[in-house]
């Protein structure tokens, strides 16, 4: 068994803010996996918030011995990007070797198009109306907070886009006393979900306040094991493979979820359409699907994913799967 890691960059569409900063290209490792002369592939996003950087990602994967399975993958590495890439690329080999579909490897009913938000960068409240505006005509704006002063931001997108539905990003940003404040205005201008207000070291204090819409723990929720500590916070868990560590614990940690009550979102780091093709599987039936990451590239994968007015459809197989 071959590995092989490389650095791809994606210039984006244009210059994306959330409260942790600015980027404008996205920087991912693309994994590729030979075994027996059949090569399947995956794509991680390294993301800083959990320590993660280019380097340490790649050496992560470099450290893996010439033969793995998907089980023993989980006793080797870490969730985390490293994993995922390399989970995502075991799978697209057994598709390949099997002439099956990913989907019917996993027992999964034949999957289709999920409606998908598109994310607005965190800007002024004028220039945020105005991407509101360029955008309104999208099911779902998902837009990215995370400071004091947002109100003027929260107001301005749903005079930019009024019929849309919107949900909301903080980032970890807020205080207790920034949500408090702003929680009672969510349901007046149609806010249908807020992930992660609080950071998550932090957000013990949202036991026993008011969620007047439901609140979803992003950076609160990697995998299976994260769940226990959500009880009585939360009401959504955004699943995202570059945290669970692969499809493989994705899936897991949806089944798990679901059967605690908790709802289900799928999101994405800022990557590439082979990033969001094993994605599409776990975000079947789920509350929000958030895998707008090609929508903000400049430039994407050969067979990229398809989006159209039925939403982001799952992968040809000639992309991965």
Same mark, same amino acid.
């Given at each position: 068994?071959?590995?092989?890691?490389?650095?791809?960059?994606?210039?984006?569409?244009?210059?994306?803010?959330?409260?942790? $900063?600015?980027?404008?290209?996205?920087?991912?490792?693309?994994?590729?996996? +030979?075994?027996?002369?059949? +090569?399947? #592939?995956?794509? %991680?996003?390294?993301?800083?918030?959990? $320590?993660?950087?280019?380097?340490?990602?790649?050496?992560?994967? *470099?450290?893996?011995?010439?033969?793995?399975?998907?089980?023993?993958?989980?006793?080797?590495?870490?969730?985390? =990007?490293?994993?995922?890439?390399?989970? %995502?690329?075991? #799978?697209?080999?057994?598709?390949? @070797?099997?002439?099956? @579909?990913?989907?019917?490897?996993?027992?999964?009913?034949?999957p289709g198009p999920e409606i998908t938000a598109y994310t607005l960068s965190l800007d002024s409240p004028e220039k945020m109306q105005a991407q509101a505006a360029q955008n309104a005509h999208r099911p779902i704006l998902?837009?990215?907070?995370? +400071?004091?002063?947002?109100?003027?931001?929260?107001?301005?997108?749903?005079? $930019?886009?009024?019929?849309?539905?919107?949900?909301?990003?903080?980032?970890?940003? #807020?205080?207790?006393?920034?949500?408090?404040?702003?929680?009672?205005?969510?349901?007046?201008?149609?806010?249908?979900?807020?992930?992660?207000?609080?950071?998550?070291?932090?957000?013990?204090?949202?036991?026993?306040?008011?969620?007047?819409?439901?609140? %979803?723990?992003?950076?609160?929720?990697?995998?299976?094991?994260?769940?226990?500590?959500?009880?009585?916070?939360?009401?959504?868990?955004?699943?995202?493979?570059?945290?669970?560590?692969?499809?493989?614990?994705?899936?897991?940690?949806?089944? =798990?979820?679901?059967?605690?009550?908790?709802? *289900?979102m799928v999101g994405c780091m800022v990557g590439s359409s082979l990033a969001m093709a094993p994605a599409t599987l776990v975000a079947q039936g789920a509350m929000v699907t958030d895998l707008d990451g090609p929508l903000?590239?400049?430039?994407?994968?050969?067979?990229?994913? +398809?989006?159209?007015? =039925?939403?982001?459809?799952?992968?040809?197989?000639?992309? #991965? $799967?």
């Amino acid at each position: 068994m071959q590995i092989d890691v490389t650095r791809d960059v994606f210039k984006l569409a244009q210059v994306f803010t959330i409260s942790r $900063g600015s980027r404008t290209e996205a920087q991912v490792l693309t994994v590729r996996v +030979t075994d027996g002369g059949v +090569t399947g #592939w995956g794509e %991680c996003v390294p993301y800083a918030r959990y $320590g993660e950087t280019l380097e340490s990602v790649t050496n992560e994967i *470099m450290s893996l011995p010439d033969q793995m399975t998907r089980a023993a993958l989980y006793d080797l590495l870490p969730a985390g =990007a490293a994993r995922n890439a390399v989970d %995502c690329a075991l #799978w697209d080999i057994e598709a390949k @070797r099997t002439g099956q @579909r990913v989907w019917q490897l996993a027992g999964l009913p034949q999957p289709g198009p999920e409606i998908t938000a598109y994310t607005l960068s965190l800007d002024s409240p004028e220039k945020m109306q105005a991407q509101a505006a360029q955008n309104a005509h999208r099911p779902i704006l998902k837009i990215k907070l995370g +400071t004091p002063d947002d109100m003027p931001r929260l107001e301005a997108v749903r005079i $930019g886009a009024p019929q849309t539905q919107i949900i909301i990003d903080a980032n970890e940003g #807020w205080s207790a006393e920034v949500y408090a404040d702003l929680a009672p205005h969510l349901l007046r201008l149609g806010v249908a979900l807020v992930e992660q207000p609080l950071p998550a070291g932090e957000d013990d204090a949202l036991l026993g306040m008011e969620r007047p819409v439901p609140v %979803c723990a992003d950076e609160s929720c990697h995998d299976r094991a994260s769940l226990g500590g959500l009880r009585g916070k939360y009401d959504v868990v955004n699943i995202k493979l570059d945290k669970t560590g692969g499809l493989s614990e994705a899936l897991a940690l949806r089944d =798990a979820a679901l059967e605690q009550g908790y709802q *289900m979102m799928v999101g994405c780091m800022v990557g590439s359409s082979l990033a969001m093709a094993p994605a599409t599987l776990v975000a079947q039936g789920a509350m929000v699907t958030d895998l707008d990451g090609p929508l903000l590239l400049a430039e994407d994968r050969e067979n990229a994913l +398809t989006f159209d007015a =039925a939403g982001v459809h799952p992968p040809r197989p000639e992309l #991965w $799967g």
